[in-house]
T-cell receptor, first 109, second 112 residues
Framework: LAKTTQPISMDSYEGQEVNITCSHN???????ITWYQQFPSQGPRFIIQ???TKVTNEVASLFIPADRKSSTLSLPRVSLSDTAVYYC??????????FGTGTRLQVFP | DADVTQTPRNRITKTGKRIMLECSQT?????MYWYRQDPGLGLRLIYY???????NKGEISDGYSVSRQAQAKFSLSLESAIPNQTALYFC???????????FGEGSRLTVL
């Protein structure tokens, strides 16, 4: 089971790009990397998933280096509404969807 | 209407009482999960089920039981609630061809 390590918290200002890095040194060959966003008193919401290189959607980009031992979630031009907790999950099986403690992002005006 | 619905949304109970949290989904997913969230601890997996006849323990199943009444329904029971089970509980579902989880809005349980 790949263990993930993320910063506990990060601060940013509106309009800036935010990069949150997740370390997963013992990632397995078949593991995918998935990021979730959670607002207070709500369930986590899927943001993006990738296996290698770069994935981009309308919300974020996910950068994964060749060794796959880390990944970086990039949020372009954050707004106050991006204030949330962000979780990185690494898994290849549906019975191994384990959440870590996440990164609390605070966006200031 | 939400795709994953949890009831009740909030519940206050006393030590020793039996509590059931219910989850229903309209996504047609086979896989259903129960997670618990405590402040600063992220989410921890309690139980999961991949079909009606399949029940599996997660990281922290002690003190909990579950029932998968139908594909769309998965309930979590605390047979004799204790104060350290005070937490926010989330139900989630996923499809068979994906690792993406869809969460309900949560059930906040307080055990006095």
């Amino acid at each position: 089971l790949a263990k993930t390590t993320q910063p506990i918290s990060m601060d940013s200002y509106e309009g800036q790009e935010v990069n949150i890095t997740c370390s997963h040194n013992n990632i397995a060959t078949n593991d995918y990397i998935t990021w979730y966003q959670q607002f207070p008193s709500q369930g986590p919401r899927f943001i993006i998933q990738g296996y290698k290189t770069k994935v981009t959607n309308e919300v974020a980009s996910l950068f994964i280096p060749a060794d796959r031992k880390s990944s970086t979630l990039s949020l372009p031009r954050v707004s106050l509404s991006d204030t949330a907790v962000y979780y990185c999950l690494v898994a290849s099986r549906p019975d191994k969807l384990i959440f870590g403690t996440g990164t609390r992002l605070q966006v200031f005006p | 209407d939400a795709d994953v619905t949890q009831t009740p949304r909030n519940r206050i109970t006393k030590t020793g009482k039996r509590i059931m949290l219910e989850c229903s989904q309209t996504k047609g997913h086979d896989r259903m999960y129960w997670y618990r969230q405590d402040p600063g601890l992220g989410l921890r997996l309690i139980y999961y089920s991949f079909d009606v006849k399949d029940i599996n323990k997660g990281e922290i199943s002690d003190g909990y039981s579950v029932s998968r009444q139908a594909q769309a329904k998965f309930s979590l029971s605390l047979e004799s609630a204790i104060p350290n089970q005070t937490a926010l509980y989330f139900c989630a579902t996923s499809g068979s061809a994906t690792l993406e989880l869809f969460f309900g809005e949560g059930s906040r349980l307080t055990v006095l």
